[in-house]
């Protein structure tokens, strides 16, 4: 990074991406000039933690975050000065709602800025056509320092990278159907182009591009700064009454709930189906209030020490509530802390903090497990998945930090057998098991994407 300006940086949650930008930047002299960072909203306060951490205290850091239109609109204005060690933090939202403002107006449009930072750049821009793309590429255009960092980028084909290497070199990099026909597998499928794997014979070429434009972190960098992560699947059955109602829903996409004909569980697609399904074998109670909660929930509980210190992941933003009252009841503890979106910043910090000091229970949503540390924690359960692997990377990545107290940490995935989501499980574990092969150490990247097993 600190040979290459306008670069991208690519490591597992955890491994001390911010730490290493900073150092980056500071040893650019990009600090000459203000500094302004994009993220998503759980990253603006490690930012603001991690910026005086590592670079000591003369730095003035302005969050331009849970703040009206008329204060942000002052502090962009107070960035045209121009003044050194002035960092500006915001996440992804306000930075596109904020363009005209952050870009400036007149002959010097975007001049005053030094440097750019765009921190899990996948939640803004791994969509090429995406507004967010568009304006940071428009923000940078003449700006001779920006990184992009991700602990999410790679993905199963070279294409998940394009909008990354565009950002570093626009001219290289300007058609992406050139690129994807260059290196990526692609067949005519039934809505069109589908891209189905790395091209084997373009392989070698990837990877000497990967390395000239990409820091990426492999594994056995961070091996000894990080705990050693373990990912099991935790077997579970269903109560009666969560089998019962999951057969009717599977064979005949309605339900009765206890013989009620007027308490009916209805499906509309099968579509709907699906969520329905993964909802009732997340939480029952979730679907209706007079249900359960399932055997996974009962399954965790009994495994759960006198005082637990574990988070709870769940794909489904209403378990979070259900799930966090009812362990507050069965465990007889008021130290569970819930954490999905649009909480805010300063309640964020003020959750986590709680949430050490006590040793007490976390339940996320899964989408908002991500850019926040918990140490402290050992054991991360997940009450169902996302399909997305990369934010199930992000939630494992909570607790595997190189500031961790624990040796090793574990991910349990509670896993029904015979139904929707054991095949999801599966799919899951050997996506995210390539996608650590790919990060395991650099000589393992080109027989990862090849898709051959490394010794």
């Not at 005209?100 to 821009?125: M, P, S, T």
């Not at 000497?208 to 373990?230: M, N, R, S």
């Not at 057969?247 to 005949?252: I, K, P, V, Y």
């Not at 000091?357 to 140490?375: F, M």
């Given at each position: ?7 991208g940086?690519i ?16 040893d ?19 930012w ?18 849970g ?49 750019n ?7 803004a ?16 255009q ?13 993905g199963?084909?070279?294409s998940t ?15 992406y159907?050139q ?64 089998a ?17 004909e007027?308490?009916?569980i209805?499906?509309?697609s ?5 969520i ?77 903090s ?52 624990h ?29 650590a ?7 393992r ?11």
């Amino acid at each position: 990074m600190a040979l290459r300006k306008a670069t991208g940086l690519i490591a597992r949650p955890g491994a001390g991406k911010t730490r290493m930008i900073l150092g980056a930047l500071d040893d650019q002299n990009s600090t000459d000039s203000p500094i302004i960072i994009n993220c998503s909203g759980p990253a603006v306060a490690t930012w603001e933690k991690e910026i005086p951490k590592w670079l000591g205290s003369g730095h003035h850091i302005h969050i331009v975050s849970g703040l009206k239109p008329a204060e942000r609109a002052k502090l962009w204005d107070h960035a045209r000065t121009g003044e050194a060690n002035n960092w500006f933090v915001t996440n992804y939202s306000i930075f596109l709602r904020d363009f005209d403002l952050i870009y400036g107006i007149g002959h010097k449009k975007a001049q005053h800025w030094g440097a750019n930072v765009n921190d899990e750049y996948h939640k803004a821009f791994r969509r090429r056509k995406s507004q967010t793309f568009a304006k940071i590429k428009r923000l940078t255009q003449f700006m001779e320092t920006h990184i992009s960092a991700s602990g999410s980028s790679m993905g199963r084909d070279p294409s998940t990278l394009f909008t990354l290497l565009q950002m570093c070199d626009r001219r290289a990099f300007s058609s992406y159907w050139q690129f994807v026909n260059t290196f990526c597998l692609v067949i005519d499928g039934y809505a069109g182009k589908q891209i189905v794997g790395a091209k084997p014979s373009a392989i070698p070429q990837f990877k000497a591009i990967i390395d000239k434009y990409l820091a990426y972190i492999p594994d056995a960098v961070t091996a000894d700064e990080q705990p050693e992560g373990v990912r099991r699947a935790f077997d579970v059955k269903m109560t009666p009454k969560q089998a019962n109602i999951y057969n009717q829903l599977a064979s005949e996409m309605y339900a009765v709930i206890d013989g009620d004909e007027t308490n009916v569980i209805m499906t509309g697609s099968k579509m709907d189906l699906a969520i329905k399904l993964r909802k009732l074998l997340c939480c029952p109670r979730i679907l209706d209030p007079s249900l359960e909660m399932g055997g996974g929930y009962d399954a965790i509980v009994d495994t759960l020490d006198v005082q637990p210190h574990i988070i709870i992941c769940v794909p489904f933003r209403d378990a979070c509530d259900v799930v966090a009252a009812q362990l507050k009841i069965d465990l007889k503890t008021e130290d569970v802390f819930i954490i999905k979106g649009q909480i805010g910043n300063d309640e964020l910090k003020k959750r986590l903090s709680a949430f050490r000091h006590t040793k007490g229970i976390i339940v996320t949503t899964i989408a908002a497990a991500e850019s926040w540390d918990a140490e402290t924690c050992e054991t991360t359960f997940f009450l169902g998945y996302d399909q997305n692997t990369g934010q199930l990377q992000q939630a494992e990545g909570r607790t595997q930090r190189a500031i961790s107290t624990h040796p090793y940490i574990q991910w349990k995935y509670v896993k029904y057998a015979q139904t929707i989501d054991e095949a999801t499980l599966l799919d899951i574990d050997k996506t995210l098991t390539h996608i650590a092969s790919v990060m395991s150490r650099t000589d393992r990247f080109i027989n990862a994407l090849k898709g051959v097993p490394n010794e």
